[in-house]
C-alpha cells in the first residue's frame, strides 16, 4: 500500500528572483520577490489561514549549504488544492510585503522657510528697486 502524502514542501527558494527557472524556481519573475526569506513564506500562510509547520533546520536540496528553512503544509482532505495553485496565492501575497530592512527612498528636502532666508531675499529686491529708480532718474543723452 502506497503511503500518502500529508503534507505539501514549501521553500522559500520557490519564490525568489535570484533563482533561475532551471534552478528551482516555481513562479515567473513577475511574481517573485527579491529579497525571499522564511519569514516572509510564514506571514502568507498566515494571511492565507492554512495550517503549517516551520522547519528553519532544513535546506533546499539544490542549495544545500544555505539552511533557509521550510514550510510543511497540512493537506486537508476536503479542500484540497494543487501545490501550482498554493504556490501562485503565496506569491502574489509575498510579493507585496514590504521588507523592513530594505532602505527607503528619501525625498530632496525642502529647505525650511528661515526669517533669515526671506531677509536676504528682501534686501536683494530691495537692491534691486534702488538701482531701478536711480536708472529713471539719471537723464538721458
Known sequence: MLRRKKFQVIYPEYFSADVSRKQGRRVS?????????????VYA????DVPHQIQEDKSFP????????RVLI?????????KQELVHEIADITRR???KQAPEEKKPEAKPYTKS???????????????DKKKKRSPQN
Not at 497540512?74 to 494543487?82: E, N, P, R, S
Open 117 to 131: 532666508t526671506h531677509s536676504k531675499k528682501r534686501q536683494i529686491s530691495a537692491a534691486k528697486q534702488k538701482k
Open 97 to 99: 510585503i514590504v521588507s
Open 62 to 69: 539544490r542549495f544545500n549549504w544555505d539552511n533557509g528553512g
Open 29 to 41: 519573475k513577475s511574481k517573485a520577490t527579491e529579497d525571499m526569506n522564511l519569514r516572509k513564506l
Open 45 to 48: 500562510c498566515k494571511k492565507l
Open 74 to 82: 497540512t493537506i486537508d482532505k476536503k479542500d484540497k488544492k494543487l
